[in-house]
């Protein structure tokens, strides 16, 4: 009987210990990363894998909530540049609607940057983003770039 206890035990504590593990590794994500933009396209790639020929990034992500007792949701924006044939297909795919009052709360301080032109396609949005995020993605036609704000 208590070999049985020792036995059980060990294998939750193992259990646990996987889990937090695990949790930390595939989300990735420093949790004092708010002010600070990064520009690695992978993790990109991996939490959007239909977007092709990604060519340059800027994005910023948080944990949200306490990542101490178990993986917690994480929030994600930013800016995406595609190659420029494929943006074109894109924006000739979908059936894209103007947005006058998109104010993007991530900001890039880039020179030789036209104003900013959003549109939205929901059909688009719910392509390029599975379906454990939340959130939109948003085409800028004049700077030839997407900016996403999702949470998962």
Not at 50 to 71: C, H, M, S, T
Request: aromatic share 16%; net charge negative.
């Amino acid at each position: 009987m208590n070999r049985k206890k020792i036995i059980i035990t060990t294998l939750l504590l193992i259990t646990v210990v996987s889990t937090v593990v695990i949790g930390y590794f595939t989300f990735n994500i420093d949790s004092g990363s708010e002010s600070q933009n990064k520009t690695e396209i992978q993790p990109v790639i991996d939490r959007f894998p239909r977007l092709e020929k990604i060519e340059k990034v800027y994005w910023q992500a948080e944990v949200i909530g306490d990542q101490n007792f178990d993986p917690s949701s994480y929030w994600m924006k930013g800016y995406i540049y595609l190659d420029k044939v494929i943006m074109e297909s894109i924006e000739n795919s979908y059936n894209w609607q103007d947005l006058n009052n998109l104010k993007p709360s991530f900001h890039l301080d880039i020179e030789q940057e036209q104003e900013s032109q959003w549109l939205f396609s929901e059909d688009f949005n719910s392509y390029i983003k599975p379906s454990n995020f939340v959130g939109n993605f948003y085409l800028d036609v004049n700077n030839e770039r997407f900016y996403f704000e999702v949470e998962e």
